[in-house]
């Protein structure tokens, strides 16, 4: 469905609620075409929804597949703007290993190559293989993707319902994620990702003085091994007797059995005490980085041109819609509030099923017993 165009002065770079016409303004990717591993794309709006018409969204349409899927725009930079990236994501099943993320970046020169290889500047969206799970939010700089230093909050848990997806990225150089309206995470893009090269760096020249001690505890020297200390843990049998008939050339020479040996005390150690020349441990004194540059401009991107969905997901179904690039925060709403009202039918109808599947477990008990 086509989006109510915005009022003047706010900036719609990108609007899609996967409506008539969809598959004129995206692209299906061939880059996984000729291996065969190349998924398809469905238009569905899964097994629970409120309106079936106005919440179809783009499904992944099989398991163990790579999928690509990417749409244009105009290009434009985000320079002094503050930049909101928006989706809508339900998994159908639990993907097992894969993700539902988008890529956000500069214009293609042709969609259908769109795959891994391809630049981006923005990928954000949730990631999961096995225990591993995170929404994943990466920055490109300088022709590198730099992933943020710890893991944000993977949400994607309540398989069949929707969640939305949002980045504001703002010009003081920090971000912020809110994933179903909840505020996840706020920082900056300077302390929080390694874009920028450490203000401080250990000098190369600084060595470790020879006389450093660096071992808190030690061997106390006054502590001395007691006198009969016992270490030997088997002992010859004093008791033992060669038998009577014993023959020394057929069964060999006879020796008496070991046994344990009752007045055995362990091994003895020396008992460790804290060492009074510890020092503490060295490193290396800090020098300013010769190679830092600061930069007060990490969040400009001089050209977005394309979103798209670059996949591989081990369980497919995975529908995405209400997908939305613009700088104008009440435009975002407007799709969080129909979140909000779908995610309310959804998890009725899961509630539902779930107590339906309760009773039917208990009749196939009644019937068993």
């Known amino acids: 469905m086509s989006s ?77 703007k503050e930049l909101i990236i928006q989706y809508q994501a339900k998994y159908e099943k639990d993907i097992e290993c894969g993700g539902g993320y988008v890529k956000v970046g500069p214009k293609l020169s042709d969609p259908k190559t769109f795959g891994d290889p391809t630049p981006y500047n923005i990928m954000f969206g949730p990631d999961k293989c096995g225990y591993m799970k995170r929404t994943h939010l990466i920055f490109s700089y300088k022709g590198k993707n730099v992933l943020k230093k710890s893991d944000l909050a993977y949400k994607q848990e309540g398989e069949g319902t929707s969640h939305v997806y949002r980045l504001i990225l703002k010009p003081d150089n920090t971000a912020k994620v809110e994933i179903d309206g ?51 843990k088997k002992i010859v049998d004093a008791k033992a007797t060669k038998p009577d008939d014993w023959d020394d050339e057929e069964d060999g020479e006879w020796e008496a059995p070991v046994i344990d040996n009752p007045e055995y005390k362990g091994e003895w150690t020396v008992k460790r005490i804290s060492n009074p020349a510890y020092k503490g441990f060295w490193e290396a004194k800090k020098i300013a980085n010769p190679e830092y540059v600061d930069d007060d401009n990490l969040y400009k991107y001089d050209d977005f041109g394309f979103i798209g969905f670059d996949l591989w997901q081990v369980k497919g179904n995975t529908i995405f819609d209400n997908v939305i690039i613009t700088d104008d925060v009440k435009e975002a709403d407007a799709f969080v509030e129909k979140w909000k009202a779908l995610s309310e039918v959804e998890k009725e109808a899961k509630s ?8 039917d477990d208990d009749d196939t008990r009644r019937s068993k017993g």
Do not use: C, H
Request: glycine share 8%; charged share 40%.
């Open 352 to 359: 539902a099923a779930a107590s339906k599947d309760d009773d």
């Open 4 to 80: 109510p165009l915005p009022q003047e002065g706010i900036d719609v770079y990108f609007s899609e609620t996967f409506g008539d016409g969809w598959e004129s303004r995206w692209t299906p990717s061939e880059w996984k075409k000729s291996d065969g591993t190349q998924g398809t794309w469905q238009l569905s709006a899964g097994k629970w929804f409120a309106n079936e018409a106005e919440d179809k969204g783009v499904q992944t349409a099989e398991d163990s597949r790579f999928f690509g899927l990417s749409a244009g725009f105009d290009s434009f930079s985000n320079e002094g």
């Open 182 to 232: 909840e505020k996840i995470y706020e920082g900056s893009l300077k302390e929080d990702w390694e874009l920028l090269a450490p203000k401080e760096i250990k000098d190369p020249d600084d060595k470790k003085p020879s006389d450093w001690v660096d071992d808190s505890m030690m061997d106390d020297p006054e502590d001395k091994k007691p006198d009969g200390w016992v270490e030997e």
